[in-house]
């Protein structure tokens, strides 16, 4: 066989371009959280973001991972899986109502609502129901 003109002037982009191919193909390095000094995205709602978001950084700046970084991004709960979805963002805190099944994903904490209301409020002293709750005008804090 003898290497025609074309093929000469191809060994050279193809060498490039096989290289290329096998960096993609190749299997990325193991995640090391004490050396990585990647910033991560956590799309959160306020309330999520307040209580593990917070905690996350503090946890990783005492020492588990000290050059990773996390960046905060408040977003509203209908809106992180399509964030996610789109490669906007790593990682989604989100209520598990609405998640696809397809995504994987792990419980991280169940949270309890207690409900208070003044003496005599005009809703009365009875036992609320769910919907007697989604009528009200209500606050979290």
Known sequence: MVLT???AALREPLRHALQRLQAVVSAPPAF???TSERTFSLGANDNAGA???TRLIQRLRKGISPGTRLALR???SSALVGHLEAGDIDIALVSQAGLPKSLPHQPLLYEK???A??????R???KPTLRDYARLDRRLR
């Open 32 to 34: 090391d959280a004490a």
């Open 117 to 122: 209301q003044r003496k005599r409020h005009p």
């Open 5 to 7: 003109p074309r093929g």
């Open 113 to 115: 609502f207690m409900m």
């Open 124 to 126: 009365g002293e009875r």
């Open 51 to 53: 209580i593990i978001g």
């Open 74 to 76: 408040a977003a509203d």
